[in-house]
């Protein structure tokens, strides 16, 4: 018959089962603390948006959420975790508060960090035309010009000049 054996850690575990203190102290160590003003930087794995990532109980989790937790917050599925200092890998509680999913895209858009949107017209990376040209080329293309012709004298290719004089690009000055 085998004994039982005998808690070996100071908090009463026995080192085989998952311990709420270790594993707060394995996630701990993997944050850049400092002091409470200044970020705690996520050092362990991140995702593609910069958001720390970690396992609890076989689940993926953001990192932020689980500190709020180790913090002594409390958190419903629901609720979304708004950082103050607009970093997202820092995992300092101090630097989160509750809000909802509105909030949460608000405060997103309001830091300019929300969905980029293609830049459209002169203004697009990629664009060859300015304004005053799309405007010559639609008032040629109505006067009864080819539109061949005035792709290459403009430059651009047949279907660019087909979608401008049919208005499905260029709509609105930017």
């Known amino acids: 018959m085998s004994t039982p054996k005998q808690p070996t850690k100071p908090c009463g575990c026995d080192g085989r089962t998952v311990c709420l203190v270790h594993w707060a102290h394995r996630f701990w160590n993997k944050a850049d603390r400092r002091s409470n003003s200044e970020c705690?930087?996520?050092?362990?794995?991140?995702?593609?948006?910069?958001?720390?990532?970690?396992?609890?109980?076989?689940?993926?989790?953001?990192?932020?959420?689980?500190?709020?937790?180790?913090a002594g917050n409390s958190l419903s599925p629901e609720d979304c975790i708004l950082h103050s200092c607009d970093n997202p890998p820092c995992v300092n509680p101090a630097h989160m508060r509750i809000g909802t999913h509105l909030e949460n895209a608000k405060d997103r858009e309001s830091r300019g960090r929300g969905i980029r949107r293609p830049r459209r017209g002169a203004s697009a990376t990629a664009a060859r035309l300015t304004w005053e040209q799309v405007t010559e080329i639609r008032a040629r293309y109505a006067a009864g010009e080819r539109g061949a012709h005035l792709a290459r004298a403009f430059g651009v290719g047949g279907s660019t000049l087909r979608h401008i004089v049919n208005w499905d690009t260029w709509k609105v000055p930017a």
Do not use: E, K
């Not at 794995?45 to 958001?51: F, H, K, M």
């Open 40 to 70: 705690w930087v996520w050092t362990a794995a991140r995702n593609v948006a910069g958001y720390g990532q970690c396992g609890v109980a076989g689940m993926r989790m953001s990192a932020h959420r689980v500190a709020w937790i180790l």
